[in-house]
């Protein structure tokens, strides 16, 4: 299975200021069609998560401009350009490339 | 719009079994798989399986398999889950998500249905 790290696993972020997790698997995500199968999604309290980020950089409907992500083959950041009080909640990735899909630990991003 | 409603939280015994439900609306309910996760408390969320809702075809995470039963219903939009000889270590949040076809990613995501197993 590919193991999908992580970090950091707790995020304190001041509003306004940026932020940035990482995500590491074990084996690549870059298929021979050129996307990376990365898919970040937000947790927030109560409720089940929400796609975020597909194929490794681009963001789903509706989600706004100040997220984005990067990376490829093995190695992927999220980043928040300005944090807001509703960015809370916990963060995962996840890989679409093989079965079983598996998600990262999860990084809880809280306001300062 | 798309949406993925499940049934209400469960208590169960220990070897008993648990079926939830998820029904879809919005969409051609048997153009898009339906996958299952769980997140345990304190847990990353788990992969469980995925269903073909047009054809009926399953696959089960080997942690599961024998133990876990995908089956849909077309005429009432619906996906079930069942899981047999349940301990505690089956407490969790149980949660489909509807596999979109052009990138595999899911989107929506049900809201989740506790399942506690306890004496």
């Known amino acids: 299975d590919v193991v999908m790290t992580q970090s950091p696993l707790s995020l304190p972020v001041t509003p306004g200021e940026p932020a940035s997790i990482s995500c590491r698997s074990s084996q690549s995500l870059l298929h021979s069609n050129g996307y990376n199968y990365l898919d970040w999604y937000l947790q927030k309290s109560g409720q089940s998560p929400q796609l975020l980020i597909f194929l490794g950089s681009n963001r789903a409907s509706g989600v706004p401009a100040r997220f984005s992500g990067s990376g490829s083959g093995t190695d992927f950041t999220l980043r928040i350009s300005r944090v807001e009080a509703e960015d809370v909640g916990v963060y995962y990735c996840m890989q679409a490339l093989q079965s079983p899909r598996t998600f990262g630990q999860g990084t809880k991003l809280e306001i300062k | 719009q798309v949406q993925l409603v499940q049934s209400g939280a469960e208590v169960k015994k220990p070897g008993a079994s648990v079926k939830v ?30 269903i073909n809702t047009g054809n009926g075809n399953t696959k089960y995470s080997q942690k599961f398999q024998g133990r876990v039963t995908f089956s849909r219903d077309t005429t009432a939009s619906t996906v079930y889950l069942e899981l047999s000889s349940l301990t505690s270590g089956d407490t969790a949040v149980y949660s489909c998500a509807r596999e979109r076809r052009a990138d595999y990613s899911f989107d929506p995501w049900g809201q989740g249905t506790l399942v506690t197993v306890s004496s």
Request: hydrophobic content about 35%.
């Open chain 2, 21 to 50: 439900s998820c029904k879809a609306s919005g969409y051609t309910f048997t153009s898009y798989a339906i996958h299952w996760v769980r997140q345990a408390p304190g847990q990353r969320l788990e992969w469980m399986g995925w």
